[in-house]
Nanobody, 129 residues
Framework: QVKFVQSGGGSVRAGGSLTLSCAAS????????IGWFRQEVGKEREGVSCLRLSDGSTYYRDSLKGRSTLSRDRSMNTVHLQINSLKPEDTAVYYC??????????????????????WGKGTLIKVSS
């Protein structure tokens, strides 16, 4: 069974930066990706970034492209999502998750809970203007 421990997040002014971390245990080669999702109040959960575990390739939703960096620390089995130039519309609960899928669909799926197998508990980013 895969377990995630999420850290990071918090409150920040617009234009600031934050880094979210997701430490995994029990992750095996059965799983292909680690995705980051976010959910704003009253909205559907959406995929915003994804890392392909086989080669470390990273993918970003257009809303985060150019101001985010997804990286991994293999020794710590941890992935980090740094988001710069934060905007009030980035306010959401952010989740990491793993699944047996590919990255491009992670960013467009309308059924993330069905797509991904294990989830972190989520961490809040709140951006004030």
């Amino acid at each position: 069974q895969v377990k995630f421990v999420q850290s990071g997040g918090g409150s920040v002014r617009a234009g600031g930066s934050l880094t979210l971390s997701c430490a995994a245990s029990g992750l095996t080669s059965d799983y292909d990706v680690i995705g980051w999702f976010r959910q704003e109040v009253g909205k559907e959960r959406e995929g915003v970034s994804c890392l392909r575990l086989s080669d470390g390739s990273t993918y970003y939703r257009d809303s985060l492209k150019g101001r985010s960096t997804l990286s991994r620390d293999r020794s710590m089995n941890t992935v980090h999502l740094q988001i710069n130039s934060l905007k009030p519309e980035d306010t959401a609960v952010y989740y990491c998750a793993t699944g047996r899928t590919q990255c491009p669909p992670v960013l467009t799926t309308t059924r993330p809970l069905a797509m991904m197998d294990y989830w972190g508990k989520g961490t809040l980013i709140k951006v004030s203007s």
